[in-house]
Structures are given as structure tokens and as C-alpha cells.
């Protein structure tokens, strides 16, 4: 949606929100429950420096681009009075475009869609399809919903089908996700037996007899 009136309007507050701004989240979740909102304030604790992307000609950038130090992904925000929307045309492109840059650098691009005039959380998260995932997004993209396909695969958006934004803002600041991702590397470190030890020592060993050879 272009950054002049009501889409830019809906851009500010998702901005607004990964940033982890109270204010913005307070005001996204007046009308849901308490137990939503306290989902929703997690994001204060691991907030995004959230960057609007550039206009045309950087088709596959989203319109917002969310990093922080452990992730980091492009945002398409939809808006439309309807649960149902379709891609058509540029919008197609568009897609096409998030799901090359997915690939190509391994990231996870997400739809946002606000459906206006409905009380509770009117966001919800979709993701594009894309592979050769790792860490966090990997994780993530398990629990996100795809965009559904229309009868001739076409992707398109049903509010019904995506992920509430508050359950995705809990998702997105748990910390405990990079931990399941760790036990791997530090047992590699446990399990370093000591033959792989001498190895080592014999082969830098080995290197400094030739070194010194080549120096003499």
C-alpha cells in the first residue's frame, strides 16, 4: 500500500508496533483481551529497528524491513475492507518478487493484512513460501500460515487463515527459540574427543616444522 493516506496510515502503526512503541501497541490492542495484549507487549522487550523500504524499482523489499540482531525479515502490508483479497497484476509481481528474495538470501518474507472496521486484533501474518531457512525464521516459518492459493494457484489473502499479529509478536520475542537451535554446537564442543585434540596440536606442529623450513 503507498505511504500517503490510509495505507501509510496502517504501515506507521505495524511499524510502530515491531518497534516495540507502547503506544502504538496499546492502541492496536484496544479491544482485545488482557491475555492478548500482554502477548502483544512482548515485543517491547526485543524490539526491531523497522525501516520503510525504498519506493519502486526494489520490488522484493516489502514495504517495511524488521531487523534485529537475531532475525531479520521484509513486511508487504495489505489492507481491505474485505476478509478476502486477491493478487492481480503488480501485486502478483509483487509477490513473485518477495518469494525470489526469500530464496535467493535465505530470509523469510511475511505478508501483514488489516482488516478494517473489525474489533479484537484486526492484523494478521501470512508467510511467503520460500526454502533454505535456518535458525529462527526456520522455526517461525513452522507456525506462520502460507499464503492459501486460489483454485489456479494464484497466491491470495484470507483474514481467517493468518496468524493474529499478537500471537506472532510473542512469537517473534521469545528468546528461548535461539536456544533450541544451540544444543547441537556446544555438544560438538563436549564431544571433541582427544584424538581430534592431538590431531590438531600435531598437525600446527607439523605446519611450524614447515614454516620454519621455508623461512630458514
Known sequence: DSSMGIGGAYERELRSVLAGEEKGIRAITRSCSETERAQAMQICQRPFLVVRAPGSGSEGTGDLLALRGDMCFPIEVKSSKKPKLYLS???VLQYQALEEIGV???IQPFYAYRLKGVRGDSWRI???RTEGLTGKLRLLSRTVPELPLTRN???YLDWEKGLPLHKFLSLISKSENANNIQPSTSLNKTNFSVSDSSK???????ERTASSLSNS
Open 153 to 155: 494457484g494464484t497466491p
Open 200 to 206: 590438531v596440536q600435531y598437525e600446527s606442529s607439523s
Open 126 to 128: 501470512f508467510r511467503v
Open 104 to 106: 535467493r538470501c535465505s
Open 89 to 91: 497484476g503488480r501485486t
